[in-house]
T-cell receptor, first 109, second 114 residues
Framework: RKEVEQDPGPFNVPEGATVAFNCTYS??????FFWYRQDCRKEPKLLMS???SGNEDGRFTAQLNRASQYISLLIRDSKLSDSATYLC??????????FGAGTRLFVKA | DGGITQSPKYLFRKEGQNVTLSCEQN?????MYWYRQDPGQGLRLIYY???????QKGDIAEGYSVSREKKESFPLTVTSAQKNPTAFYLC?????????????FGPGTRLTVL
């Protein structure tokens, strides 16, 4: 079993749709969680950190479920510019960080 | 304008050659990292450095070497011992460890072995 697993997609959605991604992790001792965004042939950039209480940033909402060992990302009112690959990132303490393979999102006009 | 720079953007190497990828940051970050990204896979850690003159192997260090003589610089050498070096190489830095700290990435170097 991979340490961090994501549905690779692609998710094809129309503009204005709501889309959700899930990510599961295997190590129950994992300490911090992030979503990064990666555009085609570019570097990853932090989208948001994920807190136990859940957090929201505009159209983006991240949730953490420690009991079931998954995190989620919800995107509301999708824009064309949201088209990218979304990476689930899990830190297991110190410098041990695992990146998921990513979920590809295509938002269509 | 703070950030991380990597050079070159594209690099072509003949089999049997060593090549060095440059990574420089002006964010005053202590920690720096090298990752490799292959299609359909997550980033994999090659080496990381917590402080000047110190570095640690990551998950896939074989065939690679690094140095950290200055806080700002963390070059990666891909040696001829690396059997499948064609990949997208990303350098990153963070204030401290990656626990709770964002990693900032450079634009990457695409290495192709001919």
């Amino acid at each position: 079993r991979k340490e961090v697993e994501q549905d690779p997609g692609p998710f094809n959605v129309p503009e204005g749709a709501t889309v959700a991604f899930n990510c599961t992790y295997s190590n129950s001792a994992s300490q911090s969680f992030f979503w990064y965004r990666q555009d085609c042939r570019k570097e990853p950039k932090l989208l948001m950190s994920v807190y136990s209480s859940g957090n929201e940033d505009g159209r983006f909402t991240a949730q953490l479920n420690r009991a079931s060992q998954y995190i989620s990302l919800l995107i509301r009112d999708s824009k064309l510019s949201d088209s990218a690959t979304y990476l689930c990132v899990v830190n297991m303490g110190g410098f041990k960080t695992i990146f998921g393979a990513g979920t590809r999102l295509f938002v269509k006009a | 304008d703070g950030g991380i720079t990597q050079s070159p953007k594209y690099l072509f190497r003949k089999e049997g050659q060593n090549v060095t990828l440059s990574c420089e940051q002006n964010l005053n970050h202590d920690a720096m990292y090298w990752y490799r990204q292959d299609p359909g896979q997550g980033l994999r850690l090659i080496y990381y450095s917590q402080i000047v003159n110190d570095f640690q192997k990551g998950d896939i260090a074989e065939g690679y070497s690094v140095s950290r003589e200055k806080k700002e610089s963390f070059p990666l050498t891909v040696t001829s011992a690396q059997k499948n070096p064609t990949a997208f190489y990303l350098c990153a830095s963070s204030i401290g460890g990656t626990n709770y700290n964002e990693q900032f990435f450079g634009p990457g170097t695409r290495l192709t072995v001919l």
